[in-house]
């Protein structure tokens, strides 16, 4: 893997956006897996900003995001879709039938998630792939657990997790219970891979991702078994490498 440490979080936002640019002129037509969460929103502010400025044109690209909370309808203001097109897709020059999101409120679960992995091969599998991480080391929403799921799944949310992403709704209990998560294997597939992480309460995840033996209790260090890998981090989350 390789680690590039920045000073601070905006520095992240401007490099990990940087490397998406390049992407994106290197190939018109790059399918890119995007993430949500806190950490990727300053890229998708310099995103836009470089949009704005004509230094990089989506009209080609094509995105799917990682996942989505399983009973949010898109348009709930916590749905992930919801998210996408708020932060960044409206304003960007994407074509909306580019754009790939999870149903949150499917009935047909398997066939949507098998349906996800065909669009995901349809166009070619995955470019570059954005990713948060979890505290407790989740990717997209494959959480520690005593297997994991190569392919696009509906999961049961960890306690840590609901508990982590609570501070967005009124209560606790409003957190869904599940959500539906491409797969270790679906993230992996990808050809390139940026896993951001910002703050101090990163750092130990990220020291056991890094450094930690290949382990489902700590789903990034299958990236370890990657071979096109940046991790992008400041100086606050690389403090215990
Ligand atoms: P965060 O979430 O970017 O809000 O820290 C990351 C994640 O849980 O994957």
Redesign the pocket.
């Known amino acids: 893997m390789k680690v590039i440490t920045v000073k601070n979080y905006h520095e992240i936002s401007i490099k990990a956006a940087q490397l998406v640019a390049d992407q994106i002129t290197n190939k018109k037509n790059s399918v890119l897996g995007l993430?949500t969460?806190?950490?990727?929103i300053g890229m998708y502010q310099e995103l836009i900003n470089m949009f704005k400025r004509g230094e990089i044109d989506f009209s080609d690209v094509i995105t799917f995001n990682l996942d989505e909370y399983y009973g949010l309808s898109p348009a709930h203001p916590q749905s992930y879709h919801y998210f996408m097109w708020d932060t960044f897709f409206q304003y960007i020059n994407i074509k909306k039938e580019n754009i790939h999101l999870l149903n949150g409120v499917t009935e047909n679960i398997d066939g949507e998630c098998q349906h996800y992995e065909y669009l995901i091969q349809k166009n070619g599998g995955i470019d570059l792939q954005i990713l948060?991480?979890?505290d407790n080391g989740?990717l997209g929403f494959n959480e520690p657990a005593i297997g994991l799921h190569s392919k696009t799944h509906l999961v049961n949310l960890s306690e840590e997790t609901i508990r982590?992403n609570s501070q967005y709704f009124n209560n606790i209990q409003e957190v869904p219970k599940q959500a539906l998560t491409m797969g270790i294997g679906t993230i992996i597939k990808a050809q390139k891979i940026i896993l951001l992480a910002s703050g101090r309460k990163k750092s130990h995840v990220i020291e056991r991702t890094i450094n930690g033996p290949v382990s489902t209790e700590v789903p990034a260090t299958v990236l370890q078994l990657h071979n096109n890998v940046t991790v992008l981090i400041d100086e606050e989350a690389a403090t215990k490498i």
């Not at 969460?37 to 990727?40: D, E, L, V």
């Open positions: 993430a969460g806190q950490t990727p948060g991480i979890g989740h982590a």
